[in-house]
């Protein structure tokens, strides 16, 4: 499968805003996703962006995505408590999913 | 609203045991995966199925076999269970449309313990 690499770990203060970073290595991937799993609790999936696309919105979210530099980053605005939880890139190639280790986002008062 | 369900939510086996998990879709998806997820490593494919009685190997299918025999049902069975099988076990499906979003849609995962 492809490598898609993620930091473990991002420490926020609420209320401050989060970027998450992906990068992957095949460029062939059509679709690219984030997905939040809460504890306990299977994935559910947060956004995705279309490979001809460099951005999309939606509320608090912002999807940004450099294929030249295969860069992808999820910035979540006004952070807060229920935000808490692990997410995963994943990328799509031919009805699979390559997924990246996932980031623990911890959200602290 | 598209649901996958899994038959448990926590599993404890013995070592050499046979293990079955059940997965079902209500959505007449085609395709349907096992994942298993381990801290650190995130996601990894089992196995893949994108019709009944068809199955295609994922990146770690060493040790474990799959069963589709109806469309809305997927299982990943551990012929002898070992302890290096422990994991959480994550079922998902997804629609084929040719050039369109397929998402995969996820269970809630089955935590499973082999002593």
């Known amino acids: 499968g492809e490598d898609v690499e993620q930091s473990l770990f991002l420490s926020v203060r609420e209320g401050d805003s989060s970027v998450i970073n992906c990068t992957y290595t095949?460029?062939?991937?059509?679709?690219l996703y984030w997905y939040k799993q809460e504890p306990g609790a299977g994935l559910q999936l947060l956004t995705y962006?279309?490979?001809?696309?460099d951005m999309k919105q939606d509320q608090r979210l912002t999807v940004l995505l450099n294929k030249k530099d295969k860069h992808l980053s999820l910035r979540i605005a006004d952070t807060q408590t229920g935000d808490s939880a692990i997410y995963f890139c994943?990328?799509?190639?031919?009805?699979?999913?390559?997924f990246g280790a996932g980031t623990t986002v911890t959200v602290r008062a | 609203d598209v649901k996958v369900t899994q038959s448990s939510r926590y599993l404890v086996k013995r070592t050499g045991e046979k293990v079955f998990l059940e997965c079902v879709q209500d959505?007449?998806?085609?395709?349907m995966f096992w994942y298993r997820q381990d801290p650190g490593l995130g996601l990894r494919l089992i196995y893949f199925?994108?019709?009944?009685?068809?199955?295609e190997k994922g990146d770690i299918p060493e040790g474990y076999s799959v069963s589709r025999e109806k469309k809305e049902r997927f299982s990943l069975i551990l012929e002898s269970a070992s302890t290096n099988q422990t994991s959480m076990y994550l079922c998902?499906?997804?629609?084929?449309?040719?050039?369109?979003?397929?998402?995969?849609?996820f269970g809630p995962g089955t935590r499973l313990t082999v002593l």
């Open positions: 998902a499906s997804s629609p084929v449309r040719r050039g369109e979003n397929n998402e995969q849609f």
């Open positions: 095949d460029s062939s991937s059509t679709y």
């Open positions: 962006i279309f490979s001809n696309m």
């Open positions: 994943a990328l799509l190639n031919d009805y699979k999913l390559s």
């Open positions: 959505m007449d998806h085609e395709n």
């Open positions: 199925s994108y019709d009944v009685k068809m199955k």
